[in-house]
């Protein structure tokens, strides 16, 4: 009895489906300039993985750059050497 619970169980743990995803946030980012010369034309839009907070620790802090988050969305799988899956209203538009 207990080899057929043992056989049981371990085919169940062993079907399950593992699956990942992973957030991207898109953020305006614009460096910060001492002098009023800052304009609009200098803001990039970038990509990440990174939440708000580690991507502004990661690219210099709140003194270096100005990053707005402009959206997030979730992609499914691993970010692992793939380029990050597009917003969804961008996937329809197609």
Same mark, same amino acid.
């Given at each position: @009895?207990?080899?057929?619970?043992?056989? !049981?169980?371990?085919?169940?743990?062993?079907?399950?489906?593992?699956? &990942? /995803?992973?957030?991207?946030?898109?953020? !305006?980012?614009?460096?910060? @300039?001492?002098?009023? @010369?800052?304009?609009?034309? *200098? &803001?990039?839009?970038?990509?990440?993985?990174?939440?708000?907070?580690?991507? !502004? &620790?990661?690219?210099?802090? &709140?003194n270096a750059? *100005?990053a707005?988050?402009?959206? $997030?969305? @979730?992609?499914?799988? $691993?970010?692992?050497?793939? *380029?990050?899956?597009?917003?969804?209203? /961008?996937?329809?538009?197609?």
């Amino acid at each position: @009895m207990i080899k057929l619970i043992t056989v !049981l169980l371990s085919l169940g743990v062993f079907s399950l489906k593992a699956s &990942a /995803e992973y957030r991207v946030y898109q953020y !305006l980012v614009k460096p910060k @300039m001492t002098s009023s @010369m800052a304009t609009q034309v *200098d &803001a990039k839009i970038q990509r990440s993985t990174l939440n708000p907070v580690s991507f !502004l &620790a990661y690219n210099g802090g &709140a003194n270096a750059i *100005d990053a707005t988050l402009v959206r $997030s969305w @979730m992609c499914p799988g $691993s970010t692992a050497r793939k *380029d990050f899956c597009r917003h969804p209203s /961008e996937r329809v538009n197609q």
